[in-house]
Nanobody, 125 residues
Framework: VQLQASGGGLVQAGGSLRLSCVAS????????MGWFRQAPGKEREFVAA????????SYSDAVKGRFTISRDNAKNTLYLQMNSLKPEDTALYYC???????????????????WGQGTQVTVSS
């Protein structure tokens, strides 16, 4: 299983970015997916998750109302639309696929089996 994340970059506070994550090597649309992030010196934290069908989503309180997770199962691609970015959103962002088929993805890193390499998001003030 390979996950390739892209779309990160440098943006001013208040700006927007859209991250993408292309999956291969597994039946993409059978598994929930998630986005996590890790800032320097901090633990990896949950950002958002989406069910295998795309109907169910969840967000951390830190990004709720600003970020939107979505997926296109026909393209084996996961997205994270990030609006109203803040300097505290600066981190390396990872996509991940859940361990269990058709399971509802949660916020725990231990529930995810495969991880992408990360894409850097830097928000300047």
């Amino acid at each position: 299983v390979q996950l390739q994340a892209s779309g990160g970059g440098l943006v001013q506070a208040g700006g927007s970015l859209r991250l993408s994550c292309v999956a291969s090597g597994r039946t993409f649309n059978n598994y929930g997916m998630g986005w996590f992030r890790q800032a320097p010196g901090k633990e990896r934290e949950f950002v958002a998750a989406i069910s295998w069908s795309g109907v169910g989503t969840s967000y951390s309180d830190a990004v709720k109302g600003r970020f939107t997770i979505s997926r296109d199962n026909a393209k084996n691609t996961l997205y994270l639309q990030m609006n109203s970015l803040k300097p505290e959103d600066t981190a390396l962002y990872y996509c991940a696929t859940h361990k269990l088929i058709f399971a509802v993805p949660g916020s725990s890193t231990s529930a995810y089996a495969y991880w992408g390499q990360g894409t850097q998001v830097t928000v300047s003030s």
